[in-house]
């Protein structure tokens, strides 16, 4: 720990890395509060997985064809946006389905990522840090584009945050009220997307739901409001973060599943508490 | 309020059907709702007292037939709804207080991007009096009881200041004094407002209600029902007696 700050002064990697972890978890808090509450994790893995088949394609593009405006977070924001109003519409339409489509979604963009990675010429060092991220490599303008789409998710969400709410907890009710409760969960399921692609530049597609979930399930034992969870959540995600970038650094662990852990210890520890004390919540 | 805003009936259902995936639930059903009137509806689970909400609702369309909410389509006009869902249909561990519930009752189109103003928040207040729950505004859902679940559920349904109370098994999960309380809370909220209620608990028939409307694929309302007692008391058994029992007689038709 102490090494990870006396070299945090001497690496600008450390400190983009930092910074990336503070970002990431603002919108990290606040979206995914409004996943735990609304129950649509499954929904979240779908598009974090979906998000490789973009990767993949996007990656192919630039090496195979030249075509360097093509960055692969740029693939990955389609991918992630397509995926989410697909599933979106699905289960707006079509509930007794929806399970099945998640699933399909969620193995097809992976399929279709590693066909992608596999004829990509040359080695494919990216497979790892897709699916594991690798936030020691983020640079100055991969912060510069994460602020500036944290900045987009922060304001929308928090613009339509009573309409969330109400589309959230109780979606007929919204509707009678003459809200258009379509378009608002697609726009939710959009920044969810969003959300998703940055955090998998912290600790890759594979653990992303976790990052997404575990501050905000957190946090819902000490909230009573959707808003004191979101505040929280932001909190418990710097917590894990830049702690787990901390803790993994001296060892030389992987920061990706270190952070996964440090949170998953945390929420289990709160929970197992809580379960004690007969399932009680820890509000004033 | 000027009357010709009741000129035309609350609800009306002309030859109503409706069938689920090819299965009949609905058939020929005619009813009317004044303005004023407190109305049951009761029946088996399955018999389509759930359909007929939603077609009052306009979240589902007739097969055939017509759906008329306040005079127009209930796409229109359901804002003047007040609507109090089952119970069973919300997440109780969702992160909301007291005060958040109801005020979602004041959500409507367009609102502005800085929330609820003032006035909504002095009808929350306000509704939240009605039914007895202002000293809990600040208590999160999942810390309430049934009753006052309800009474929240009831509260919200209320703040928009609709013209038709629509109220989805009311009493499901709650003991009888809290039935009894809601009941006549429902009683004096029926001097200016319609009332419709969904249950398939006969024993929520009481004295209060003017009329009742028995749905089993068909719809029977009251006189019918009368007529007919011996097939509804073979759907119900001796509940049946329990409508007869509390009903009154008045302008000679049992009601």
Redo the contacts between chains.
């Keep these: 720990m102490t090494e990870f700050i006396s070299d945090l002064a001497r690496f600008s990697f450390l400190r983009y890395a930092l910074l990336a972890g503070f970002l990431v978890s603002i919108a990290c808090g606040i979206m995914g509060?409004y996943v735990v509450?609304r129950?649509i994790s499954y929904i979240a893995g779908a598009i974090a997985h979906s998000v490789l088949g973009g990767m993949g394609a996007a990656r192919y593009g630039e090496v195979v064809y030249g075509l360097s405006w093509l960055h692969p977070l740029l693939g990955a924001i389609t991918a992630a946006l397509i995926s989410a109003l697909i599933i979106g519409l699905v289960s707006l339409r079509a509930r007794e389905r929806e399970d099945t489509v998640i699933g399909a979604v969620w193995a097809i963009g992976m399929a279709v990522g590693i066909l992608f990675i596999f004829k990509t010429p040359g080695y494919n060092e990216n497979l790892m840090s897709y699916l594991f991220g690798n936030i020691l490599m983020v640079s100055r303008e991969d912060l510069w584009l994460t602020a500036g789409l944290n900045l987009l998710i922060l304001v929308t969400g928090l613009?339509f945050?009573?309409?969330f709410?109400?589309v959230?907890?109780?979606e007929?009710?919204?509707?009678?009220?003459?809200?258009r409760v379509q378009a608002y969960y697609l726009l939710l399921l959009c920044l969810i997307a969003l959300t998703i692609v940055l955090l998998v530049g912290v600790v890759g597609i594979i653990m992303v739901i976790a990052l997404l979930t575990l501050p905000a399930a957190t946090a819902?034992y000490f909230?009573?409001?959707?808003w004191?969870?979101m505040g929280l959540s932001v909190v418990f995600s710097i917590l894990f973060t830049s702690g787990g970038l901390a803790l993994s650094y001296a060892p030389g662990l992987p920061a990706g599943a270190t952070i996964i852990i440090f949170a998953g210890v945390v929420y289990l520890l709160v929970a197992a508490v809580s379960s004690a004390l007969g399932g009680r919540?820890f509000?004033a | 309020m000027s009357e010709n805003r009741y000129s035309e009936p609350v609800v009306e259902l002309k030859h109503v059907s409706f069938a689920y995936h090819g299965t009949p639930v609905l058939e020929d059903v005619n009813l009317t709702v004044e303005h004023r009137d407190f109305l049951s509806v009761v029946g088996p689970n399955g018999g389509g007292k759930t359909t007929i909400l939603k077609l009052i609702l306009g979240l589902i369309k007739p097969a055939a037939g017509t759906v008329r909410l306040f005079g127009a389509s209930p796409e229109k006009t359901r804002h003047r709804i007040g609507y109090m869902p089952q119970y069973t249909s919300l997440d109780p561990l969702f992160p909301v207080s007291v005060l958040d519930v109801v005020l979602m009752g004041r959500l409507r189109k367009g609102m502005n991007l800085w929330g609820y103003s003032k006035s909504d928040r002095l009808c929350a207040e306000e509704a939240l009096d009605k039914v007895e729950m202002a000293h809990l505004r600040e208590r999160p859902f999942f810390q309430l009881s049934g009753g006052q679940f309800q009474r929240v559920l009831l509260a919200r349904a209320l703040v928009s200041d609709p013209d038709l109370l629509l109220l989805d098994e009311p009493t499901s999960n709650v003991d009888a004094a809290i039935e009894t309380g809601l009941y006549e809370l429902l009683h004096r909220l029926n001097e200016k407002l319609t009332i419709i209620l969904v249950t398939h608990d006969l024993g929520f028939v009481s004295h209060y209600v003017d009329k009742v409307a028995c749905v089993n694929r068909r719809l029977l309302t009251h006189p019918t029902c009368e007529i007919t007692g011996e097939m509804i008391s073979a759907v119900y058994g001796s509940h049946v007696h329990m409508i007869r029992h509390d009903a009154k007689e008045r302008d000679g038709v049992f009601s």
């Design positions: 509060s509450a129950r613009v945050y009573r309409q709410l109400a959230c907890f109780d007929e009710f919204a509707l009678l009220r003459g809200l819902s909230s009573r409001r959707l004191q969870m919540r509000i």
